[in-house]
T-cell receptor, first 117, second 111 residues
Framework: GAVVSQHPSRVICKSGTSVKIECRSLDFQATTMFWYRQFPKQSLMLMATSNEGSKATYEQGVEKDKFLINHASLTLSTLTVTSAHPEDSSFYIC?????????????FGPGTRLLVL | QKEVEQDPGPLSVPEGAIVSLNCTYSNSAFQYFMWYRQYSRKGPELLMYTYSSGNKEDGRFTAQVDKSSKYISLFIRDSQPSDSATYLCAMTWGANSKLTFGKGITLSVRP
């Protein structure tokens, strides 16, 4: 299957700092990527859709000025958590869709665990 | 009514059991259906995907889709302790479209 990587896998930062998380499609190109956050024992919550060459589309309730998304190339999307606070501590996961002869599916990265102190 | 409903858990079975996981959906626009397995503190791993009604088999896993009833299932045969994880059903309507997930069910396979 297709491979999606994320970096870093874990990050600890102080409150008020900004943190950048990278999502890369390693063996395919992705004009669209998706960013999720997941709290313990809960399902994934879609935050935004990252679009190569255009602005990201944010889900209702997600602050676009706090969670900056940049889809710099067909294989890289970045999520920057600006002025992070302890309540931003969560598991952030990206995914990228792959279209093939049998239809449409999506592959997920391994996730980034953010802890804001 | 949520767009995707997944049988609540948790679910605990003995090793070797057949496991049936189910989801129903209300939006007939969904065309592509996926099952993901997620281990604790890891990203979801794609197990099965399909786009047509019927069964699709891959090793010990069988995915079943019934579009007329808006119902999908995942069967796990000869379950193993390593199958212990959270299972998420997901679906979408087209290329580059966001996924809609079920809430997930936590499966525990007892040795």
């Amino acid at each position: 299957g297709a491979v999606v990587s994320q970096h870093p896998s874990r990050v600890i930062c102080k409150s008020g700092t900004s943190v950048k998380i990278e999502c890369r499609s390693l063996d395919f190109q992705a004009t669209t990527m998706f960013w999720y956050r997941q709290f313990p024992k809960q399902s994934l919550m879609l935050m935004a859709t990252s679009n190569e060459g255009s602005k990201a589309t944010y889900e209702q309730g997600v602050e676009k000025d706090k969670f900056l998304i940049n889809h710099a190339s067909l294989t890289l999307s970045t999520l920057t958590v600006t002025s992070a606070h302890p309540e931003d501590s969560s598991f952030y996961i990206c995914s990228a869709p792959v279209a093939g002869g049998l239809g449409e599916t999506q592959y997920f990265g391994p996730g980034t665990r953010l802890l804001v102190l | 009514q949520k767009e995707v409903e997944q049988d609540p858990g948790p679910l605990s079975v003995p090793e070797g059991a057949i496991v049936s996981l189910n989801c129903t959906y209300s939006n007939s626009a969904f065309q592509y259906f996926m099952w993901y397995r997620q281990y604790s503190r890891k990203g979801p791993e794609l197990l099965m995907y399909t786009y047509s009604s019927g069964n699709k088999e891959d090793g010990r896993f069988t995915a079943q889709v019934d579009k007329s009833s808006k119902y999908i299932s995942l069967f796990i045969r000869d379950s193993q302790p390593s199958d212990s994880a959270t299972y998420l059903c997901a679906m979408t309507w087209g290329a580059n479209s966001k996924l809609t997930f079920g809430k997930g069910i936590t499966l525990s396979v007892r040795p």
